[in-house]
């Protein structure tokens, strides 16, 4: 979805139509994850951390039922896969506007025990500098 910040003529929206139509592949949601890459994403926790094993909580059996379902389609899709390692965090279903159900991992645990990135995060003004003149920005909703 696209939103502009100032009003279309007639002329741009249907020069903005033409784009996305051109290009509505860019546009779908993905159906599963994008080709594997030369290298594999890792996460570095602090030296003595112990094994990060959060019991889960107690879900209705509704919720337990759609947490199933969800977990079923990211497997069938590839998103996800199986694991027997010693590593869990807990599931938090959050309910959508449309009534579905959101999927969410608490990490807490995980973040407060992995090494933060040495890199300083970039300047809020900069980014927004270098948007200027722009006038589509996209939006997930």
Known sequence: MLFALEG??????????????EYADLFEEPKALP???????????????????????????VQKDEIE?????????????ESNNQYSSHVV??????????MCIGYRELSK??????????????LLDELHGAKYFPSST
Do not use: A, C
């Open 69 to 81: 379902k969800l977990v079923q389609e990211m497997l069938d899709s590839g998103v996800i896969r």
């Open 8 to 21: 279309q003529t007639v002329e741009e929206h249907g020069k903005l139509d033409t784009l996305l139509t």
């Open 35 to 61: 080709p594997k890459r030369n290298h594999d994403h890792g996460i570095n926790l602090l030296e003595m951390t112990s094994t990060i094993n959060i019991r889960p909580y107690r879900y209705l059996v």
């Open 113 to 126: 025990n992995t090494m933060k990135d040495k890199f300083s995060i970039p300047i809020i003004e900069e």
């Open 93 to 102: 279903l959050v309910k959508k506007k449309d009534g579905s159900w959101w």
